[in-house]
């Protein structure tokens, strides 16, 4: 089982900063992939981000260049780093991981992330 927790959305302009993280209950060498999605309003939820175990990272074209996805396996800790906030960044954001053995897919509550123009 793993459980994950996000912190870190907020309320900010556009053009500015947030950082998102993501700690997971199991060791991180259990968790093959782990990274983000988000969600807004009337749309499917997408891939915003992951990072592999071996720290290959995948972006969305949409984020890639102002987003950098990290992972701290002593503190089982993902982080999302967002700059350059759009209003289209709006959204809810959730922590996905997913296991090595069996790959199974955790999700986080999700955080929301609201950018204003």
């Known amino acids: 089982q793993v459980q994950l927790v996000e912190s870190g959305g907020g309320l900010v302009q556009a053009g500015g900063s947030l950082r998102l993280s993501c700690a997971a209950s199991a060791r991180t060498f259990r968790i093959n992939v782990i990274g983000w999605y988000r969600q807004a309003p009337g749309k499917q939820r997408e891939l915003v981000a992951n990072i592999n175990m071996g720290g290959t990272t995948n972006y969305a074209d949409s984020v890639r260049g102002r987003f950098t996805i990290s992972r701290d396996n002593a503190k089982n800790t993902v982080y999302l780093q967002m700059n350059s906030l759009k209003p289209e960044d709006t959204a809810v954001y959730y922590c996905?991981?997913?296991?090595?053995?069996?790959?199974?897919?955790?999700w986080g509550q999700g955080t929301q992330v609201t950018v204003s123009s």
């Open positions: 996905n991981a997913v296991t090595v053995f069996g790959g199974q897919s955790y």
